[in-house]
């Protein structure tokens, strides 16, 4: 996804300084005149880049801090970081990450170390969403993503698992994600446990991947949304998010949660990171910090489709949004009974290599 660069300025509130709303995000020890900084955020794009300027960004702007953004998947905006830290520059402030990269990123000093007691929202977040470089603000739920109107036309049953998409009524309208995509790691796994594997064994999952027969593997998710919108694809595995995004502006979209042994659906982990050495860290911190505020955090998951991880956030979420509330795994239990991919068991770049030699190459 091509980076682009976009400031966001909100006229004279831009300019307008008051020591009360940096109180919102900011305990009284660590307030400071944050007017005329400048802060970078390394995000996705599209409707998410849209939520977190009007959601999280929106309160630093009213206080003066001047927002640019880097758009692409945490993959791209890691690449373009470890690019620039080699040429002695700093491309962004904060970016938006990957369990998958994050422990070699943090390694590799890349991350900055963050404090939490200067973030008052922290104490309302399990302490496993706590990481030393990274905080996680929100769940993806990854799921099936289908066109419930084009599977009752065609006589197709609702999907269950990631294998039900082997379906032949679906030959060439299934979209299968690429390795690049965030969503790709829950489908795998999925599909390894099918075929008795896990992390650990993914090569169960490449006989039903080539089962499936994805017309094609996508890494942009705004590109498959237009292809959703046009017919031309049924169904993906993909975020549930992105279904409660499309059912909003009208399609006839709906989602199912796959099995990963006793647990149903899997959620995909949303961290923010401070980049090491920025020069701009009082307004990175101020950004974390509007991440995690009870209001921010909602309003963002309720236009994202995402689930807040603070428990008080979630609550207020699910009463601005019912779409959401009926299409997402949001309860405690809902959230219990859902499956969390065991990171450090994933060889990333193994299985790239497979699946160059055995899937993109076929």
């Given at each position: 996804m091509?980076?682009?660069r976009?400031?966001?300025?909100?006229?004279?509130?831009?300019?307008?300084?008051t020591s009360t709303?940096?109180?919102?995000?900011?305990p009284?020890?660590?307030q400071?005149?944050?007017?005329?900084?400048?802060?970078?955020?390394?995000?996705?794009?599209?409707?998410?880049?849209?939520?977190?300027?009007?959601?999280i960004?929106?309160?630093?702007?009213?206080t003066?801090?001047?927002?640019?953004?880097?758009?692409?998947n945490?993959?791209?905006?890691l690449?373009?970081?470890?690019?620039?830290?080699?040429?002695g520059?700093i491309p962004?402030?904060?970016?938006?990450?990957?369990?998958?990269?994050?422990?070699?990123a943090?390694?590799a000093?890349?991350l900055?170390?963050?404090?939490?007691?200067?973030?008052?929202?922290?104490?309302?977040?399990?302490?496993?969403?706590?990481?030393e470089?990274?905080?996680?603000?929100?769940?993806?739920?990854?799921?099936?993503?289908?066109?419930?109107?084009?599977?009752?036309?065609?006589?197709?049953?609702?999907?269950?698992?990631?294998?039900?998409?082997?379906?032949?009524?679906?030959?060439?309208?299934?979209a299968?994600?690429?390795?690049?995509?965030?969503?790709?790691?829950?489908?795998?796994?999925?599909?390894?446990?099918?075929g008795?594997g896990?992390?650990?064994?993914?090569?169960?999952?490449?006989?039903?991947?080539?089962?499936?027969?994805?017309?094609?593997?996508?890494?942009?998710?705004?590109e498959?949304?237009?292809?959703?919108?046009?017919?031309?694809?049924?169904?993906?595995?993909?975020?549930?998010?992105?279904?409660?995004?499309?059912?909003?502006?009208?399609l006839?979209i709906?989602?199912?949660?796959?099995?990963?042994?006793?647990?149903?659906?899997?959620?995909?982990?949303?961290p923010?990171?401070?980049?090491?050495?920025?020069?701009?860290?009082?307004?990175a911190?101020?950004?974390?910090?509007?991440?995690?505020?009870?209001?921010?955090?909602?309003?963002?998951?309720?236009a994202?489709?995402?689930?807040?991880?603070?428990?008080?956030?979630?609550?207020?979420f699910?009463?601005?949004?019912?779409?959401?509330?009926?299409?997402?795994?949001?309860?405690?239990?809902?959230?219990?009974n859902?499956?969390?991919?065991q990171?450090?068991?994933?060889?990333?770049?193994?299985?790239?290599?497979?699946?160059?030699?055995?899937?993109?190459?076929?």
């Amino acid at each position: 996804m091509a980076s682009t660069r976009r400031a966001l300025l909100l006229g004279s509130s831009a300019t307008a300084f008051t020591s009360t709303t940096i109180g919102r995000i900011l305990p009284a020890a660590a307030q400071a005149d944050l007017r005329g900084k400048s802060l970078v955020v390394a995000t996705y794009g599209g409707s998410w880049r849209d939520a977190v300027a009007k959601h999280i960004a929106n309160l630093l702007v009213e206080t003066g801090v001047h927002v640019d953004y880097v758009l692409g998947n945490p993959d791209d905006n890691l690449a373009k970081l470890i690019s620039a830290k080699r040429q002695g520059q700093i491309p962004f402030d904060t970016i938006e990450g990957s369990p998958v990269t994050y422990p070699d990123a943090y390694k590799a000093g890349l991350l900055e170390k963050i404090d939490y007691a200067a973030i008052p929202g922290a104490k309302d977040i399990p302490d496993w969403a706590r990481e030393e470089g990274q905080v996680i603000t929100s769940w993806s739920p990854d799921g099936i993503v289908y066109n419930e109107s084009r599977f009752n036309e065609a006589g197709i049953a609702k999907p269950r698992d990631y294998i039900d998409l082997r379906n032949p009524k679906l030959k060439e309208r299934v979209a299968f994600p690429a390795p690049d995509n965030v969503f790709h790691w829950a489908a795998v796994v999925g599909l390894a446990y099918q075929g008795g594997g896990d992390e650990e064994n993914l090569i169960p999952a490449i006989r039903y991947i080539k089962e499936i027969a994805p017309v094609y593997f996508y890494t942009a998710s705004v590109e498959l949304s237009t292809r959703f919108g046009s017919g031309d694809i049924w169904v993906a595995p993909w975020s549930a998010g992105w279904a409660v995004r499309m059912k909003r502006a009208g399609l006839p979209i709906s989602v199912a949660y796959a099995s990963f042994g006793k647990k149903v659906g899997s959620l995909w982990p949303d961290p923010v990171s401070i980049v090491k050495g920025t020069p701009n860290r009082e307004a990175a911190m101020a950004f974390l910090s509007s991440w995690l505020s009870i209001d921010g955090l909602s309003q963002f998951c309720a236009a994202t489709g995402v689930l807040p991880v603070s428990a008080a956030a979630r609550a207020k979420f699910v009463e601005l949004d019912p779409l959401s509330r009926s299409m997402l795994p949001w309860t405690d239990e809902d959230i219990e009974n859902s499956y969390r991919l065991q990171w450090s068991k994933l060889d990333a770049k193994k299985w790239r290599e497979t699946w160059n030699r055995e899937i993109q190459t076929r």
